[in-house]
């Protein structure tokens, strides 16, 4: 089983077209949050809880 998201489903985020797919749930976080950092100038470690259940709730399990 493998884990995916694609940043485009995320309120906001519509015109981007970065998708991630890896073995487990955490991988794919390490992937969300350096994409966040560095495509989008975000600070990962301030995203609140909301900002993280969001996220979580958009994981689609392949």
């Known amino acids: ?3 995916s998201y694609r940043c485009k489903d995320y ?3 519509e015109a981007c077209s970065a998708s991630f797919t890896a073995e487990t749930e955490a991988e794919l976080w390490k992937h969300i949050e ?3 950092a ?3 100038r975000e ?3 301030k995203w609140s ?3 993280r259940q969001q996220i979580k ?3 689609r399990e392949t």
């Open 34 to 36: 350096l994409h966040g």
């Open 57 to 59: 709730n958009l994981i």
């Open 38 to 40: 560095t495509a989008h």
């Open 11 to 13: 309120p906001g985020m």
């Open 43 to 45: 600070e990962p470690e």
């Open 49 to 51: 809880s909301e900002d």
């Open 1 to 3: 089983m493998a884990y």
